[in-house]
């Protein structure tokens, strides 16, 4: 017998705050039980459980999420997660085309935004 990821869980200063700008970011509703100011928030279709808990972030992540765009362009992509609240942490853009956006959530959890699949194919 095996075992299954359920969720995976990211600790947050404010579960809810944290899991409604990914749930924006994903497209994907919060489930319908959280409200503000729960310990807890869950994106149940990503697998995403955002848990309240005393300590702040001090260091880089060990594990982040790498998002490729769907229905838009990295550039694209970029600039609507920064409107959502995202902070440029690194660029790593190059001269053709090639590269990826390191961000970071309004807590600084780190994720990445790669080319799009249809980017990937010219």
Not at 12 to 35: I, K, N
Not at 44 to 65: C, I, M, Q, S, Y
Not at 79 to 93: C, N, S, Y
Not at 94 to 101: C, F, I, Q, R, Y
Request: proline share 4%.
């Amino acid at each position: 017998m095996t075992s299954t990821i359920r969720h995976v869980t990211i600790d947050c200063a404010d579960a809810y705050a944290v899991a409604e700008f990914w749930s924006q970011v994903l497209g994907q509703p919060l489930h319908e039980e959280d409200r503000p100011g729960d310990e807890e928030a869950l994106i149940e279709d990503a697998g995403l459980l955002f848990v309240t808990v005393p300590e702040t972030k001090t260091v880089k992540n060990r594990l982040h999420f790498d998002l490729q765009p769907q229905d838009r362009t990295r550039d694209e992509e970029v600039a609507r997660l920064l409107t959502l609240g995202a902070t440029l942490i690194d660029d790593q853009r190059t001269g053709d085309g090639m590269g990826w956006v390191v961000l970071a959530d309004p807590e600084g959890n780190e994720f990445c935004v790669e080319r799009s699949a249809a980017e990937r194919e010219n």
